[in-house]
């Protein structure tokens, strides 16, 4: 188990243009830090989306921090 401080949710940027979702861009860019304190290669999150997620009977709407990923899509 490995705790990394994340305290948001995040989305891959190929995935919200694959998908056609519609980013919203932020006031001001958030950076993001690695685990190890460094910054993110991908630069600061600049854009958001906001989705409706549903797992069996729980529902709910979760704003993402659109980012570079790398291979992962959330």
């Given at each position: ?33 690695n ?37 992962s899509?959330?």
């Amino acid at each position: 188990l490995v705790d990394s401080g994340c305290t948001g949710s995040s989305i891959d940027s190929g995935f919200v243009r694959a998908k056609g979702l519609n980013a919203q861009p932020l006031p001001r860019p958030i950076p993001v830090y690695n685990a190890d304190g460094t910054l993110n290669k991908g630069g600061s999150i600049t854009h958001f989306v906001t989705l409706q997620m549903t797992i069996g009977k729980h529902s709910e709407r979760i704003t993402f921090g659109v980012t570079d990923l790398g291979k992962s899509d959330l």
